[in-house]
């Protein structure tokens, strides 16, 4: 009878019991591990292979890694495993009395349909202090468990070099109590085509094969790593690094690939309170980025429709959780509590150096979707990347954010069956911001696209205040066609863009840092919260309002906004209340309505907007002449809601910009007057809308011959001004101007 184990490992020394002879033959420990990790939930069968797993006694809610060597793996590939062709591998685990697993591998022989059969059964351990040890001379494993999560990002596999391929795993780490309490598990990565482990990317020690820990139980509930690969794998074996001998495998079951043929567009606008995505197709028009049930990017290991809420009643809520906190989320669209626009900020470890270290988007950086909306323990969160110093810190912040759009974007294109080098991308800039900082990020965009779309198309980079007319134009809302001037105003978080269009071209543009922060922000300082009125009045009011709801969970996420002291964080925190899917009364929590019903600060959103008026209606008398009146101004941009709070009437916001053109250009509007539009569901996806519907001709406009700034100080020949140029002589001049706006 052939032993169940053989210690000798060189196959050609092996002798045959009881003939003493040398001969190479195979035993069940060459091919089955010794112990069988059970996992706390079932496997996700649609996605994982689960070694035919069958529950004949008790229930199918604990899923199993299997407990194959990787010896078996020098024989047969995956696909000869999850074969159902009679002359291939099969295995099979059989769940049975006790909790027991009888495990079968049936190795196919020279005969054609003919296996030898190799079985173990393994039975339960439940170890607390000391690890039970399998008797593989009796052919006896042992069954442990462990809350550990796998998830692989993206669910895409091309078979095609020249695509390249970029995959973060996320392993999260939930043993909490017991002799697993310490475990540190090592993942390995194998292709079919190699016999060598897969080069990890993210290594935090030379040759270890082992990225840093990202989240520890130092702090949270779990610890988290992200492997960084840049090879397409098979199969993962997974260690655990405590006990060497505790090991499995997990056999991914790739979707198909066939390359494809639609052409997408994307559109992304890089904002500073909120950023944007916007696509089409060749068969769809622009729609908000998504990912629905039919192109999900990721792969868990769990199976999130069977799993139980607490994970089989161990509480290993954190293998879920982290996914939200950290990675990617399943579905992000109309039907999901993430969507797009989303807010600007990045989600990091606070544990880790990112600065002084190598670092990568999704593995040491993430986008937090459910940043606003749910409490998050985990993460530190960084805002103001658009317009923060330009230090290491932040040039490594805002070029992760912008690598996980990208991965984002071109992971919809292989999903949703995209042509990868066809893809078009459009991406935007506030005219305001310096040379530097736009080449810089000009820079990033070019990079990005080439290692992730290798696209025949150059990405075009383009001024933010342009595009949003295009949208109003393409969805016929320009009365005669855009001939008569029209006015695009598209007020962002920390920028305000105008430009007037005639016959639907640009004629003259300007750009300030003059925008929602300048009402709902700090100032010139970088945390003053504290000392911020309309904080002062209406955070105890919201405080107050979460706490009568009982909700408690809202009421983390205020208290952790808070304590960065930044007024536009907790202002974004507190618009964002009426749109959050824990609040049922969305008009009791609209912070928009409180506002619009408060007349102490009326006078200064109404100051807010008849200066951004005013100051356009003056530049236009000066550089295009005072008989230039326009017919339309047109609004974009999330800081446009702020007119709602001027007023809820459309009709009235057009007759108070009417009556300001007039009085500035001493002329007279007819009976059409003047017609403000204001787009009141998605100003924010105005500009990435606007993107993509204009045509190549309207893309070669030089902005820089039309941008004009007022210095009003221009008949002293002073046509550029800047802060550190003021002296006494000017403010004379500059104070008569603001008495008579005051006027």
């Given at each position: 009878q052939v032993p169940s184990v053989n210690h000798e490992t060189v196959l050609e020394r092996r002798k045959l019991p009881d003939m003493g002879v040398e001969y190479p033959y195979l035993t069940v420990s060459d091919f089955l591990e010794p112990y069988l990790i059970r996992l706390v939930y079932p496997i996700n069968k649609d996605k994982y292979f689960d070694g035919n797993f069958e529950a004949e006694v008790g229930d199918d809610s604990k899923g199993y890694i299997l407990p194959l060597k990787k010896m078996f793996f020098d024989y047969f590939n995956t696909d000869d495993l999850m074969?159902?062709?009679?002359?291939?591998?099969?295995?099979?685990?059989?769940?049975?009395?006790a909790g027991s697993v009888k495990v079968v591998l049936q190795i196919p022989i020279a005969k054609y349909g003919e296996h030898v059969t190799l079985e173990r059964i393994y039975h339960v351990s439940q170890p607390e202090k000391q690890l039970i040890k399998p008797d593989e001379e009796k052919n006896r494993g042992v069954i442990i468990e462990h809350?550990?999560?796998?998830?692989?990002?993206?669910?895409?596999?091309?078979?095609?070099?020249?695509?390249?391929?970029?995959?973060?795993?996320?392993?999260?780490?939930?043993?909490?109590?017991?002799?697993?309490?310490?475990?540190?598990?090592?993942?390995?990565?194998?292709?079919?085509?190699?016999?060598?482990?897969i080069s990890v990317k993210n290594e935090e020690s030379q040759n270890t094969g082992k990225p840093r820990k990202r989240s520890s139980k130092d702090y949270s509930d779990a610890?988290?790593?992200?492997?960084?690969?840049?090879?397409?794998?098979?199969?993962?074996?997974?260690?655990?690094?405590?006990?060497?001998?505790?090991?499995?495998?997990?056999?991914?079951?790739?979707?198909?690939?066939?390359?494809?043929?639609?052409?997408?567009?994307?559109?992304i606008d890089f904002g500073t309170t909120n950023t944007h995505i916007e696509y089409k197709t060749t068969s769809s028009g622009p729609k908000a980025f998504d990912i629905s049930n039919d192109d999900i990017q990721i792969a868990t290991l769990f199976d999130s429709n069977r799993t139980s809420e607490d994970f089989g009643g161990t509480?290993?809520?954190?293998?879920?959780?982290?996914?939200d906190y950290e990675f990617v989320p399943q579905t992000i669209g109309s039907n999901s509590i993430y969507k797009f626009p989303t807010r600007t900020v990045s989600g990091e470890s606070k544990a880790a150096n990112n600065t002084n270290q190598s670092?990568?988007?999704?593995?040491?950086?993430?986008?937090?979707?459910?940043?606003?909306?749910?409490?998050?323990?985990?993460?530190?969160?960084?805002?103001?990347?658009?317009?923060?110093?330009?230090?290491?810190?932040?040039?490594?912040?805002?070029?992760?954010?912008?690598?996980?759009?990208?991965?984002?974007?071109?992971?919809?294109?292989?999903?949703?069956?995209?042509?990868?080098?066809?893809?078009?991308?459009?991406?935007?800039?506030?005219?305001?911001?310096?040379?530097?900082?736009?080449?810089?990020?000009?820079?990033?965009?070019?990079?990005?696209?080439?290692?992730?779309?290798?696209?025949?198309?150059?990405?075009?980079?383009?001024?933010?205040?342009?595009?949003?007319?295009?949208?109003?134009?393409?969805?016929?809302?320009?009365p005669g066609g855009g001939h008569t001037p029209v006015i695009s105003i598209d007020i962002g978080g920390g920028t305000t863009d105008v430009v007037v269009f005639k016959s639907n071209k640009p004629i003259l543009l300007t750009s300030f840092k003059f925008a929602a922060n300048s009402v709902f922000g700090d100032g010139f300082y970088e945390y003053g919260a504290t000392s911020n009125g309309l904080i002062n009045k209406y955070l105890p009011y919201f405080n107050k309002l979460l706490i009568d709801n009982k909700q408690h969970n809202l009421i983390q996420v205020l208290e952790s906004i808070k304590g960065r002291n930044k007024s536009d964080d907790i202002?974004?925190?507190?618009?964002?209340?009426?749109?959050?899917?824990?609040?049922?009364?969305?008009?009791?929590?609209?912070?928009?309505?409180?506002?619009?019903?408060?007349?102490?600060?009326?006078?200064?959103?109404?100051?807010?907007?008849?200066?951004?008026?005013?100051?356009?209606?003056?530049?236009?008398?000066?550089?295009?002449?005072?008989?230039?009146?326009?017919?339309?101004?047109?609004?974009?941009?999330t800081g446009s809601k702020i007119l709602q709070i001027v007023s809820p009437s459309q009709k009235t916001i057009s007759q108070l910009t009417q009556r300001i053109f007039e009085e500035v250009s001493g002329l007279k509007y007819g009976a059409e007057g003047l017609v403000v539009k204001i787009e009141r569901e998605f100003p924010k996806e105005l500009t990435c809308k606007g993107g993509?519907?204009?045509?190549?001709?309207?893309?070669?406009?030089?902005?820089?011959?039309?941008?004009?700034?007022?210095?009003?100080?221009?008949?002293?020949?002073?046509?550029?001004?800047?802060?550190?140029?003021?002296?006494?002589?000017?403010?004379r001049p500059l104070n008569s101007w603001t008495k008579r706006f005051y006027n």
């Open positions: 074969s159902l062709s009679i002359d291939k591998p099969k295995i099979s685990l059989t769940q049975g009395a809350q550990v999560g796998v998830s692989i990002y993206p669910w895409v596999k091309t078979n095609d070099p020249e695509l390249g391929a970029y995959y973060r795993i996320q392993v999260v780490d939930r043993n909490i109590a017991g002799i697993f309490k310490g475990t540190d598990y090592n993942l390995q990565f194998y292709s079919d085509l190699k016999n060598n482990p610890t988290t790593q992200y492997y960084v690969l840049e090879d397409e794998f098979n199969y993962i074996q997974i260690k655990d690094g405590s006990n060497p001998e505790i090991k499995g495998m997990i056999i991914p079951k790739w979707p198909g690939y066939n390359g494809g043929k639609a052409e997408f567009s994307f559109a509480g290993a809520i954190a293998i879920r959780e982290m996914i670092s990568f988007a999704l593995a040491d950086y993430n986008i937090p979707f459910n940043y606003e909306k749910s409490h998050d323990p985990v993460n530190e969160i960084k805002s103001n990347l658009k317009w923060a110093k330009s230090d290491l810190a932040n040039t490594k912040r805002v070029a992760a954010y912008f690598e996980k759009l990208f991965l984002l974007m071109r992971n919809k294109v292989l999903r949703g069956g995209g042509n990868i080098k066809q893809t078009k991308l459009v991406w935007f800039y506030p005219s305001s911001m310096t040379k530097e900082r736009r080449e810089k990020l000009e820079d990033l965009v070019n990079k990005l696209t080439d290692k992730y779309f290798k696209s025949k198309s150059k990405p075009v980079g383009l001024s933010e205040s342009l595009a949003p007319y295009y949208y109003y134009k393409a969805t016929g809302q320009i202002v974004a925190f507190l618009f964002s209340l009426e749109n959050n899917h824990r609040i049922q009364d969305k008009t009791l929590f609209s912070f928009n309505n409180v506002l619009t019903d408060d007349p102490d600060f009326k006078i200064v959103f109404l100051y807010f907007y008849t200066a951004i008026i005013y100051y356009t209606a003056q530049l236009i008398r000066k550089e295009l002449g005072a008989s230039t009146l326009p017919s339309n101004v047109v609004f974009s941009g993509l519907m204009l045509e190549t001709s309207d893309l070669e406009q030089d902005i820089k011959q039309i941008k004009k700034t007022l210095t009003c100080l221009e008949d002293k020949g002073i046509a550029e001004l800047r802060f550190n140029m003021l002296n006494d002589e000017m403010y």
